[in-house]
T-cell receptor, first 112, second 114 residues
Framework: KQEVTQIPAALSVPEGENLVLNCSFT??????LQWFRQDPGKGLTSLLL?????REQTSGRLNASLDKSSGRSTLYIAASQPGDSATYLC???????????FGKGTTLSVSS | DVKVTQSSRYLVKRTGEKVFLECVQD?????MFWYRQDPGLGLRLIYF???????EKGDIPEGYSVSREKKERFSLILESASTNQTSMYLC?????????????FGPGTRLTVL
């Protein structure tokens, strides 16, 4: 059964710092992995989808990597800003490939 | 842009009431999902549907049912609401195909059962 873990649960950094969020998954037979952002009380916004054939995916200041062999993905945020403060969730497909299994998220706070 | 809308942002119901949560997507996606999100438990899948009139149980289907009469609409039904169903409910959709697994979410409905 797929399990997704995110470490740390919370992170506080000063503005301008580069940071890495970690995600690990138990079933490495995945064909993609998705990162989301959630603001308090809101729905999820898709940030990046990495296919298993890719090792990295970039969008602006965000870069996500995927290492299936080690069961890990990282989300790198460059030059963090207060507007980046949110909860970041990663999700991997379940074994049937029919739905996503979510980690519990990393809550990021960027202070100005 | 893909758009997933949910009928209500906030809903307050009484114990025992029948509750309908509606979700509509405008991108002709085959697959639709209902999750609930609770502090400390994260997002958990309640039900999903891969086609009109088709449904599959997720991890926590007890106390819920669903309806998919049209491709764009997926309804979550609480037959007799209970206080332990107070939660944030999130709807999502995606197209079919192994290479196309990006899920798109609606804004969520925060349901309070008194």
């Amino acid at each position: 059964k797929q399990e997704v873990t995110q470490i740390p649960a919370a992170l506080s950094v000063p503005e301008g710092e580069n940071l890495v969020l970690n995600c690990s998954f138990t079933d490495s037979a995945i064909y993609n992995l998705q990162w989301f952002r959630q603001d308090p009380g809101k729905g999820l916004t898709s940030l990046l989808l990495i296919q298993s054939s890719q090792r990295e995916q970039t969008s602006g200041r965000l870069n996500a990597s995927l290492d299936k062999s080690s069961g890990r993905s990282t989300l790198y945020i460059a030059a963090s800003q207060p507007g980046d403060s949110a909860t970041y969730l990663c999700a991997a497909p379940n074994q049937a490939g029919t739905a996503l299994i979510f980690g519990k998220g990393t809550t990021l706070s960027v202070s100005s | 842009d893909v758009k997933v809308t949910q009928s209500s942002r906030y809903l307050v119901k009484r114990t025992g009431e029948k509750v309908f949560l509606e979700c509509v997507q405008d991108m002709d996606h085959e697959n639709m999902f209902w999750y609930r999100q609770d502090p400390g438990l994260g997002l958990r899948l309640i039900y999903f549907s891969y086609d009109v009139k088709m449904k599959e149980k997720g991890d926590i289907p007890e106390g819920y049912s669903v309806s998919r009469e049209k491709k764009e609409r997926f309804s979550l039904i609480l037959e007799s609401a209970s206080t332990n169903q107070t939660s944030m409910y999130l709807c999502a959709s995606k197209t079919s195909g192994i290479g196309h697994n990006e899920q798109f979410f609606g804004p969520g409905t925060r349901l309070t059962v008194l």
